[in-house]
């Protein structure tokens, strides 16, 4: 009750000031009033009444001010009139404001853009229910080559997983969405097809929006073809019609029936179009480690007992693929969460633009805290002015520190919308589905984040500042007219070393990443990039699972693309440099002394034109030609890494592998490649055999093509007006209801696989670049600070004899030293901090000499100039116009 | 006037006010002679004093205000006792009680 009436009061008292003044003002009026109206009736003349009345009173203003401050909130009000104070000192200072709410928009904005990443990757629950029961198992190998990570699981993996280990409910899915051909009316549409297992979305918690999901017979070997639908399919392609349901579609070439549509907005992490089953078993696929687990604990179950029960069960297996590389090595297996799984590789990389976007808000604080420092010296009188006037030190510092943060909240709000743009930017660069999640949210967290850091800098920029108003000495400030600043002087110089030496890290780790990707982006490609068309189109189709329809589709189309006025040569790969490719296991060397050695290597079917039209050298040996029939010689061509790997880099050609089954009829050079096996770099040239297409089994044609989806390639001497068209016509003219994928110039196939490399690129050098220009500015404002303030003593020197060029190099040399510190500071810094990059950087060490030699010329250069740029005054400053001001 | 005047100690203010308005509401003016009569004319209580002891009890919510007619017509500002504020009354009397009959007992013992 009490508390009621007080918050009520002081709610009154702030919001309805006036009218609780204009009554304050009324009652004391009436009282005076009537003191003198008695005064009057006792017979005193009216003027004398009201004369002694108010004499008795004792100044009406006195009084209302004691009522005032009685008042509840009065606190309150003392506050509000330092943030009105302080407000308006910001706007009396426009060009000091201006200054730092732009350095605070970018280095907060920066902040607040990654921070929008790493909530939404790392701290955001997955968009499931109890998304804390929802796991994945990682596999940690100690021995020879310890590894500790997701492991893709085999047939017999899944089998146990889904059979005896009863405190989870377990599902699988092929490893990643696969293109399929959905005919849809007239015409047929390129989808992505994830092959999921029964209790998939049981997994997920995902409940069909209509219909169900697909159930544990459908999910058996040879079980009836049904598919679930994603909303946005069921909405583009079907029109939203529930009639769809129970009825066949015709998907790879055969009906499915649709049993189920998702809710709007359900995301998975396939991120499919449609849904169907993926009847594992321990053979076929499932003899390899092709499956991708997903779990969630069972109600009453704990994640140790699930643990206990994984290791049960999957150490008990026969063959164990994990000890292939790593003999008697010890292997175990624990559950992590579902959403670390996910992003598990994406974590490091953020984390570092984490800790970078760290080192800009400390840069800028630093800047900040310069730039204040000298603020708060200029307005040293006004701080003598007011303790002399009786203001308590607390009291100036409480001013002080309420103007802090109001430029902190100010430079708070405008980052949002800077970080909101930043962030754009960023998604925008990132290719499609690069991302685990459906969207990137500014959300509360976000906002909280945003707003705590910024109260963080007002303290950060704001501490040494207060710390030395609090030596203001009265007399010296009152009777001096300049300002003090010898203290400042230093503190702002480490204050710029600091700086410099944060830069000096950003600019040599951006700096390494940048040389990471030059030496990516450069490496031999092994085949000449330039006037090749590619575009994919999936063979997961029932009609092309016989090979004598395959090898006549593949005959057929390149012939016809062949015939397009300005194509040179067509040609047809299972995959193209710069991707990933099937990894055949199984592989035995057939003669010599590597007899029966068993091992893998990354295996592509091509027609006879692919070497040439990619123009990949043969080195030894021949191509393969329409000779290479279903029935001659098995044939195989190999490039120089397998020859490397297995024949000690002796020419194999004429070398037999799969015990005299095959021969090696040429050698090729290696090609860049996304890394299938070791994955040692982005991108690689790994041991790889070239089969020709007509001589792959059939049981093998509808396996991989469930993987992979063939590309179909052209070279042309020069730009083709609609090549793509004509390709896509061409095609059509074989098999109308073939659609491709699209179409990509070997540039972008490498510009995807590079992705994450680009993108951390362009991220760190756009922060190394802002430190630079904070760092400028910070060098700039010390010594233009100098001159301001030494233009009076300037001119007696020049006056005296002393030259421009001596003035210039004494004003400039604080700016310079503070410099030269940082850059030695950044290096030693560089020695510490540089090694967490090691697994990132490729053709490139940590400590590369050049990278920290044009890292450290750039700072200096720039340094340099930011600190003579300010001195060009001097050489304008008129002593004879000084001296007179004075 | 010479009349012995006391210093108000802290709190007895409140009290007094709270006695006064008792039998019922009271303007400003009639609060100061209410307490003047009351303590036959030991207590003068002073603008300065009484305006923000006002504005304080009614913050708390012992008082409620409104605007009326003085009895010479004129318009001003009336203080009643809420339901809170008699509660206080009678506690602080009480307390008062125990202080003053302590207090004497203690400045009467030899």
């Given at each position: 009750m009490k508390l009621r009436s007080r918050i009520h009061s002081v709610l009154r008292n702030l919001l309805h000031n006036q009218q609780v003044e204009s009554q304050l003002d009324e009652e004391v009026r009436a009282y005076v009033d009537m003191v003198t109206d008695e005064r009057v009736a006792a017979g005193i003349s009216p003027s004398e009444a009201r004369r002694t009345a108010l004499a008795e009173f004792g100044g009406i203003e006195q009084v209302k001010q004691a009522v005032r401050e009685d008042r509840a909130g009065a606190g309150f009000d003392l506050l509000w009139q330092d943030i009105v104070h302080g407000a308006r000192q910001l706007w009396r200072n426009p060009g000091f404001t201006l200054t730092v709410v732009f350095t605070l928009a970018l280095s907060i904005g920066a902040n607040t853009a990654i921070f929008s990443i790493v909530n939404a990757l790392m701290l955001k629950s997955l968009p499931y229910p109890h998304p804390e029961r929802m796991g994945t198992i990682y596999t940690r190998v100690?021995?020879?080559?310890?590894?500790?990570?997701?492991?893709?699981?085999?047939?017999?993996?899944?089998?146990?997983?889904?059979?005896?280990?009863?405190?989870?409910?377990?599902?699988?899915?092929?490893?990643?969405?696969?293109?399929?051909?959905?005919?849809?009316?007239?015409?047929?549409?390129?989808?992505?097809?994830?092959?999921?297992?029964?209790?998939?979305?049981?997994?997920?918690?995902?409940?069909?929006?209509?219909?169900?999901?697909?159930?544990?017979?459908?999910?058996?070997?040879?079980?009836?073809?049904?598919?679930?639908?994603?909303?946005?399919?069921?909405?583009?392609?079907?029109?939203?019609?529930?009639?769809?349901?129970?009825?066949?579609?015709?998907?790879?070439?055969?009906?499915?029936?649709?049993?189920?549509?998702?809710?709007?907005?359900?995301?998975?992490?396939?991120?499919?179009?449609?849904?169907?089953?993926?009847?594992?078993?321990?053979?076929g696929e499932g003899s390899g480690t092709n499956f991708e687990a997903i779990t969630r604990l069972r109600d009453g179950a704990t994640w140790?007992?699930?643990?206990?029960?994984?290791?049960?069960?999957?150490?008990?297996?026969?063959?164990?693929?994990?000890?292939?590389?790593?003999?008697?090595?010890?292997?175990?297996?624990?559950?992590?969460?579902?959403?670390?799984?996910?992003?598990?590789?994406?974590?490091?990389p953020l984390l570092a633009l984490m800790l970078a976007s760290g080192f800009i808000l400390m840069i800028a604080c630093a800047n900040l805290a310069g730039l204040t420092l000298v603020q708060m010296m200029r307005r040293t009188p006004e701080v003598a002015t007011r303790l002399a006037l009786g203001a308590s030190r607390w009291q100036i510092q409480q001013q002080f520190w309420i103007e802090n943060l109001l430029r902190a909240l100010l430079g708070g709000a405008a980052s949002i919308g800077l970080g909101v743009l930043a962030l754009r930017a960023l998604l925008l660069l990132l290719p499609e589905h690069f991302l685990p999640v459906a969207q990137v949210p500014l959300d509360g967290r976000v906002l909280a984040f945003t707003l705590g850091i910024s109260l963080l800098t007002s303290v950060l920029f704001g501490m040494l500042p207060a710390l030395a108003t609090r030596k203001v000495e009265l007399r010296c400030s009152m009777s001096s007219r300049t300002v003090a600043g010898v203290g400042s002087q230093s503190v702002r110089q480490s204050l710029i070393a600091g700086e410099v030496a944060l830069t000096v890290v950003l600019l040599a780790a951006s700096g390494l990443l940048i040389r990471t990707l030059v030496h990516l982006e450069t490496l031999p490609p092994g085949f000449n990039p330039d006037g090749v068309m590619t575009a994919r189109a999936s063979l997961d189709d029932i009609r092309f699972h016989d090979p004598a329809a395959f090898l006549q589709l593949l005959d057929q189309s390149t012939a016809a693309m062949g015939q397009i006025p300005g194509v040179q040569q067509a040609a047809v790969g299972l995959s193209l440099p710069y991707e990933r490719s099937v990894i055949m296991g199984g592989i035995t060397i057939g003669d010599g002394k590597e007899t029966g050695e068993k091992t893998m290597a990354d295996q592509v079917y091509v027609t006879p034109d692919y070497f040439s039209t990619l123009q990949i050298p043969i080195l030894s040996g021949r191509s393969f030609s329409e000779a290479d029939g279903q029935k001659t010689q098995h044939v195989t061509i190999v490039n120089q890494a397998f020859a490397r790997k297995?024949?000690?880099?002796?020419?194999?050609?004429?070398?037999?592998?799969?015990?005299?089954?095959?021969?090696?009829?040429?050698?090729?050079?290696?090609?860049?490649?996304?890394?299938?096996?070791?994955?040692?770099?982005?991108?690689?040239?790994?041991?790889?055999?070239?089969?020709?297409?007509?001589?792959?089994?059939?049981?093998?044609?509808?396996?991989?093509?469930?993987?992979?989806?063939?590309?179909?390639?052209?070279?042309?001497?020069?730009?083709?007006?609609?090549?793509?068209?004509?390709?896509?016509?061409?095609?059509?003219?074989?098999?109308?209801?073939?659609?491709?994928?699209?179409?990509?110039?070997?540039?972008?196939?490498?510009?995807?696989?590079?992705?994450?490399?680009?993108v951390e690129v362009a991220l760190l050098t756009a922060m190394s670049l802002l430190a630079l220009l904070l760092s400028a500015v910070g060098i700039f404002t010390l010594v233009a600070n100098n001159v301001a303030q030494k233009t009076r003593e300037i001119g007696i020197r020049i006056a005296l004899g002393s030259t421009v060029h001596q003035a210039m190099f004494e004003i400039g040399t604080p700016g310079v030293l503070a410099s030269a510190v940082g850059l030695l500071t950044g290096l030693v810094l560089c020695a510490g901090v540089l090694r967490v990059m090691h697994s990132v950087l490729y053709g490139v060490g940590v400590y590369d000499l050049p990278t920290l030699l044009i890292a450290v010329a750039t700072l200096a250069a720039v340094a340099l100039s930011a600190a003579i740029a300010p001195t060009l005054r001097i050489a304008s400053i008129d002593p004879a116009t000084t001296l007179r001001e004075e | 006037?010479?009349?012995?005047?006391?210093?108000?100690?802290?709190?007895?203010?409140?009290?007094?006010?709270?006695?006064?308005?008792?039998?019922?509401?009271?303007?400003?003016?009639?609060?100061?002679?209410?307490?003047?009569?009351?303590?036959?004319?030991?207590?003068?209580?002073?603008?300065?004093?009484?305006?923000?002891?006002?504005?304080?009890?009614?913050?708390?919510?012992?008082?409620?205000?409104?605007?009326?007619?003085?009895?010479?017509?004129?318009?001003a500002k009336f203080y009643r006792l809420t339901k809170t504020g008699k509660g206080q009354l009678e506690v602080e009397t009480e307390q008062w009680t125990r202080v003053a009959l302590a207090m004497t007992q203690a400045l009467k013992a030899t």
């Open positions: 100690n021995g020879a080559r310890p590894s500790d990570d997701r492991h893709y699981i085999n047939g017999e993996q899944w089998e146990l997983l889904r059979d005896e280990v009863p405190a989870l409910i377990s599902a699988a899915s092929g490893i990643r969405a696969s293109g399929v051909n959905l005919q849809a009316g007239s015409h047929v549409e390129y989808v992505h097809d994830a092959r999921i297992s029964a209790l998939y979305f049981d997994v997920l918690g995902i409940q069909p929006a209509i219909g169900r999901s697909i159930s544990l017979d459908e999910d058996r070997r040879h079980g009836p073809k049904v598919a679930v639908l994603s909303y946005s399919l069921w909405r583009n392609i079907f029109g939203a019609d529930t009639s769809v349901l129970g009825r066949p579609i015709l998907l790879k070439g055969e009906p499915y029936t649709v049993v189920g549509v998702l809710p709007e907005n359900a995301a998975t992490p396939s991120n499919a179009d449609l849904y169907t089953a993926l009847q594992p078993a321990r053979d140790q007992e699930a643990d206990a029960e994984i290791n049960r069960t999957w150490l008990s297996r026969a063959s164990r693929y994990e000890l292939g590389e790593n003999p008697g090595a010890q292997v175990t297996y624990y559950s992590v969460p579902l959403q670390k799984g996910l992003t598990g590789t994406l974590r490091p297995f024949f000690a880099g002796t020419n194999p050609v004429g070398r037999h592998l799969n015990l005299q089954d095959t021969l090696i009829v040429g050698m090729v050079d290696d090609v860049s490649m996304a890394p299938g096996i070791d994955v040692a770099a982005p991108l690689t040239g790994e041991a790889t055999m070239y089969v020709p297409a007509t001589q792959v089994p059939a049981s093998m044609l509808a396996m991989v093509h469930v993987w992979f989806q063939p590309s179909w390639i052209v070279r042309t001497a020069r730009p083709v007006e609609g090549l793509t068209s004509q390709m896509q016509r061409a095609l059509a003219s074989v098999d109308p209801n073939l659609p491709f994928s699209g179409f990509y110039s070997m540039r972008d196939l490498m510009a995807k696989t590079l992705a994450t490399q680009r | 006037m010479s009349r012995k005047q006391t210093n108000l100690l802290q709190g007895t203010l409140d009290l007094l006010i709270l006695k006064a308005l008792g039998p019922g509401e009271l303007h400003g003016l009639g609060i100061s002679r209410r307490i003047e009569q009351i303590t036959q004319g030991t207590f003068l209580v002073k603008p300065g004093s009484l305006f923000p002891a006002l504005h304080r009890m009614e913050e708390a919510g012992w008082l409620r205000s409104f605007w009326g007619e003085s009895e010479n017509n004129r318009r």
